[in-house]
């Protein structure tokens, strides 16, 4: 029995302009209908290196979803017959999932696109929070304490945050008070469970920041990552399950000897801003002025380093 | 007396377009010309705000030149008084340097820039390497054995360099056999007491990739990292003086919050090739291939990892 997945928060994964959605049945697997375009065959295509890519230690292999291949089923629109990639399903099967699409990279396009791809990218790159501070949230959606109530906002009131908003995001994200409550500070009392640890966000995105220092197989192009977690989990003690998985492969380019580095960089930029929150979450942004000035070194006390 | 320096690689540290070149004393300082425009006093403004935050770690701060404020002196092309910075020396005071000079990050431009400059740095960025690897080397001079042969090609042939090239490139500066001849290839004899060991380029590069992750104080646009060393101090088996500084900050931005992601990627690309030298110096490039395919993992056999 297929149906429709509740807990999609990224655009490109939902059903609108006539496409499919993605389906789920219950024995934990998701139904990716393949696009028209090139970008489904290409999707496979990464699926297809990545799934026999005996380079790719156990480690890393994990924060991906496993692939179970393609398979030709009735589309969610009922039109007719369509090819979709067959992948663990990350998110659905989880009955209250806090969920966020982080999409990473200050640059979405890549230089094999066509010129008309790449000029709407640089434009939306631009737009959104991407270009500043290297990743931009695609979709997110919070649980409140009591299951019922979720806070899902506009993904085009997210995808372009000041670095200030983004860290309230990220805090909110793990706070037990309610996240669309205006008259109340983020509480981070979930930030140690979730973040932190052995077995943390933190520690997952680590891993995959050494793998991206080193790998020079893939560019992950507007690929995004996804963080997710169950607050009813935590709030009864229980071990956090708190999981990193990167979704979104159908701009997958070969490396050919290069690291990714717009990928490393915007992930890099994502890490310290939950390092942040671990580490320090009453806030302090060391600022500096850079003034214009033909002066000498004497004009340095007009540009202070300070803590806010 | 000041003189006109012997040792610049990159064409903005040349005099040209009837700008004045920098000058050099003989107590190892070192006078750049401000630039008319507002790029002198941003120069300035980045070398007061750096000198004088104390936040930045001593073993950061050894790896940016030393900075003597501005000084009023005569040009070297004779137009009179001008305004010039004053700064540390770092490589015409040696007698037979190998420097190369490399200009990090994928995008040179800056969200505060005009658009006409974003424009002309996306078009460049483009056209050069600076894109695919995450830099582009900007110019360099390597000598031989015999201190009478010095190999310096026109800048313009080295800013395209596949990754392939920019290794071949990474390994004539490291070795003993003369870099232009087209029939030997390079030994890399000196790599690993220029690149390696505690002290040597690779560490220092590693020094600044950490300060890089946590910084969030400078985004350091369109600057470049100098590697500079002496192969008659090597030859003689004295300990290998190879240095890293950067340099060239007429396009450094307020941080806010933010690291310098653009940087840190395209730094973590250099990174990763010398460590691929040091390591591996016979080469071994793992090749992916990313074919299209609407069909299911049984393709998988398209796609090989290999060594080569």
């Known amino acids: ?5 509740d807990h999609q928060v990224a655009g ?3 059903a ?12 934990g697997r998701f139904y990716k209908p393949l696009q028209d375009d090139d970008r489904g065959s290409k999707e496979v295509a990464f699926y297809s290196s990545f799934s026999s890519n005996t380079r790719v230690p156990d480690h890393v292999r994990r924060l991906f979803p496993v692939f179970h291949g393609t398979q030709l089923i009735e589309a969610s629109d009922g039109s007719g017959l369509r090819p979709h990639l067959v992948l663990e399903d990350v998110v659905s099967s989880r009955s209250h999932p806090s969920v966020m699409d982080i999409k990473i990279g200050s640059r979405t396009w890549y230089p094999e696109a066509s010129e008309d ?10 737009e959104t929070s991407s270009l500043s501070l290297g990743f931009r949230i695609s979709g997110l959606q919070i649980y409140g304490n009591e299951e019922s109530r979720l806070w899902k906002p506009e993904n085009k009131l997210v995808q372009n945050l000041s670095a200030a908003d983004v860290k309230v995001v990220l805090k909110k994200f793990v706070s037990s008070n309610f996240p669309d409550d205006p008259n109340s500070d983020p509480d981070c009392s979930f930030a140690a469970s979730v973040y932190g640890g052995s077995t943390g966000i933190l520690a997952q995105l680590l891993e995959l920041k050494a793998w991206f220092e080193d790998q020079t197989m893939y560019h992950l192009n507007s690929c995004s990552v996804l963080m997710v977690y169950e607050k009813e989990k935590v709030l009864k003690g229980e071990r956090s399950d708190a999981e990193v998985k990167l979704i979104d492969f159908a701009h997958v380019t070969e490396g050919k000897g290069i690291i990714d580095h717009n990928f490393l960089g915007g992930l890099c930029s994502v890490i310290k801003f939950i390092s942040e929150i671990l580490t320090s979450p009453d806030e302090c942004t060391t600022k500096v002025c850079l003034q214009d000035s033909d002066k000498n070194t004497n004009d340095s006390e007009n540009c202070t380093t300070e803590g806010m």
């Open 12 to 14: 490109h994964r939902q």
């Open 117 to 126: 791809y790449i000029q709407r990218c640089f434009k939306k790159d631009r």
């Open 1 to 5: 029995m297929l149906k429709v997945p």
């Open 16 to 27: 609108r302009d006539g496409k499919p959605s993605p389906l789920i049945d219950d024995a």
